[in-house]
């Protein structure tokens, strides 16, 4: 199992500023992802992060948006950037999901922009 | 995108009484996987169901699946005011890299 950190919390935010979250695992892990729930709905996978390469993003997602920093297998960053109302949401982190074992997350991070 | 679909969007029952939600997907999948979401916060792992297998059990828990019709379903039995969450099951799918597709979900309201 994996237990992960996730900070903030929550945080509330002016926009057009950018906000990073940030995401620690307890142990070595290949598969990091970042996941969006806009209120009210699922998650939606936002990018893989990739140790040492530039992170996988889904359609309709891009970098200059959501850049993503992955230093080591036990550390990630998303940064929402140049933010929205419509940015509001829950981000959270994610590791394992490899597909055939379960994935862990963390407490997420609900974020609000006005 | 969402992988599929869940229904109920939201149910409400009685301690005591039984839950059950579906899940239907769309392509074929390695396996699939139910989750549990208290008050949105983080996700907790609830069971794995490999695409070969039909039937799981995990204490209350009883999950099953069907890849004919590409569905599966959570049966929470003897539910308790402390089940009160959401309820989202995910797919990984086969064929591609590593990741999980989720469901709407199933907004589950438990009552004393």
């Known amino acids: 199992s994996a237990v992960i950190s996730q900070k903030p919390s929550r945080d509330i935010c002016q926009r057009g500023t950018s906000l990073t979250i940030q995401c620690q695992v307890d142990?070595?892990?290949?598969?990091m992802f970042w996941y969006r729930q806009q209120p009210g709905q699922s998650l939606t996978l936002i990018a893989t992060?990739?140790?040492?390469?530039?992170?996988?993003?889904e359609s309709g997602f891009v970098i200059d948006k959501f850049p993503i920093s992955r230093p080591n297998l036990t550390f990630s960053t998303l940064t929402v950037s140049n933010m929205s109302p419509e940015d509001s949401s829950i981000y959270l982190c994610?590791?394992?999901?490899?597909?055939?074992?379960?994935?862990?997350f963390g407490q997420g991070t609900r974020l609000t922009v006005v | 995108s969402q992988q599929g679909e869940e229904d109920p969007q939201a149910l409400s029952i009685q301690e005591g009484e039984n839950a059950t939600m579906n899940c239907s997907y769309k392509?074929?999948?390695?396996?699939l996987q139910w989750y549990r979401q208290n008050s949105g916060r983080g996700l907790v792992h609830l069971i794995l169901?490999?695409?070969?297998?039909r039937e799981k059990h995990s204490g209350r828990l009883r999950v099953t699946l069907d890849t004919s019709k590409k569905s599966s379903s959570l049966l929470i039995t003897a539910s308790r005011a402390a089940d009160t969450a959401s309820y989202f099951c995910?797919?990984?799918?086969?064929?591609?890299?590593?990741?999980?597709?989720f469901g709407a979900g199933t907004r589950l309201a438990v009552h004393p």
């Open positions: 994610s590791a394992g999901g490899t597909g055939v074992t379960e994935a862990f």
């Open positions: 142990s070595q892990v290949t598969m």
């Open positions: 992060a990739n140790q040492g390469s530039e992170a996988t993003y």
């Open positions: 392509t074929s999948i390695n396996n």
């Open positions: 169901i490999r695409s070969n297998e």
């Open positions: 995910a797919t990984s799918l086969r064929g591609g890299y590593n990741k999980l597709i």
